[in-house]
């Protein structure tokens, strides 16, 4: 699958053309490597989002300090729901709510927040390179006093922070 997207199998690949490119791991295998990562990502992520050929709990981490990427589709790792943010805004909207309202009229549900990219699944290993704002009022903090302005996601609820035990 990885190869559709220009990785270079490890088996096929000169020593010499690993000191420059961004490794990829698999469940912790090392496959292959990739001379894009940034564009690796992007593909990867936008694939997850759709549910389109990637799973929603699979998870996908890029370690821009090892130039590594990693992915993990084993089961028994803890995911968690977030919000999407891109651009400093929430990807779900009023209309994505008044539709969970009246699901009970038009089949609208969680699963269809999740298919449609609001909603992304995030596991332990992938929230360490994440920025979570805590509520959508973090969002809306005026630039300067802003302690972050490149989140990624949002919780759901600040409660969710702690779990669901909580």
């Known amino acids: 699958f990885l190869e559709e997207w220009s990785m270079e199998n490890l088996e096929e690949i000169a020593p010499s053309a690993i000191a420059d490119a961004t ?92 298919s449609s990219g609001v909603v992304e699944y995030i596991d332990t290993l992938e929230e360490e390179t994440t920025m979570i704002a805590i509520s959508p009022e973090d969002l809306r903090q005026d630039k ?4 972050c302005t490149t989140y990624t996601h949002c919780e759901i609820h600040p409660a969710m922070i702690l779990g669901v035990c909580a």
């Open 23 to 114: 490794k990829i791991f698999v469940n912790g295998c090392w496959v292959g490597i990739h001379r894009d990562p940034e564009q690796l990502m992007g593909t990867l992520r936008k694939l997850r989002r759709q549910m389109d050929i990637i799973v929603s709990e699979v998870s996908i981490i890029r370690d821009i300090r090892d130039r590594e990427i990693r992915i993990y589709t084993d089961a028994g790792r803890i995911c968690r729901p977030l919000l999407i943010v891109e651009n400093g805004s929430l990807l779900l909207k009023k209309r994505h709510i008044e539709n969970l309202k009246e699901r009970d009229y038009n089949n609208y549900g969680w699963q269809v927040l999740v």
């Open 144 to 147: 300067e006093y802003a302690y």
